[in-house]
Nanobody, 111 residues
Framework: QVQVVESGGGLVQPGGSLRLSCTAS????????ARWYRQAPGKQRELVAV???????NYADSVKGRFTISRDNAKNTVYLQMNSLKPEDTAIYYC?????WGQGTQVTVSS
């Protein structure tokens, strides 16, 4: 049974940082691309960052230079380091690998 689980969300002030983690059972991140998406209230889910099987990364323009996606193969975990957070980053963040999704973790950026 495949399971994808996100963690690390929370409430942070503008300009702050958070690191999201995505762990999986039944999927090996090192041989699949992994993606972080987010969905804000009333908006469509959007792709935030991708890390390919080869370790290449791509980002949405809105987060370039602030967010970093990475992978720890030994822990079978994908991370999203988020710096210089803005109120518009507030959303539920989802991890995706192949056809599998986690339940999401809430990130709220507010003073």
């Amino acid at each position: 049974q495949v399971q994808v689980v996100e963690s690390g969300g929370g409430l942070v002030q503008p300009g702050g940082s958070l690191r999201l983690s995505c762990t999986a059972s039944g999927i090996i991140f090192s041989i699949n691309a992994a993606r972080w998406y987010r969905q804000a209230p009333g908006k469509q889910r959007e792709l935030v960052a991708v890390i390919t099987r080869g370790g290449n990364t791509n980002y949405a323009d809105s987060v370039k230079g602030r967010f970093t996606i990475s992978r720890d193969n030994a822990k079978n975990t994908v991370y999203l380091q988020m710096n210089s957070l803005k109120p518009e980053d507030t959303a539920i963040y989802y991890c995706n690998c192949v056809a599998y999704w986690g339940q999401g973790t809430q990130v709220t950026v507010s003073s």
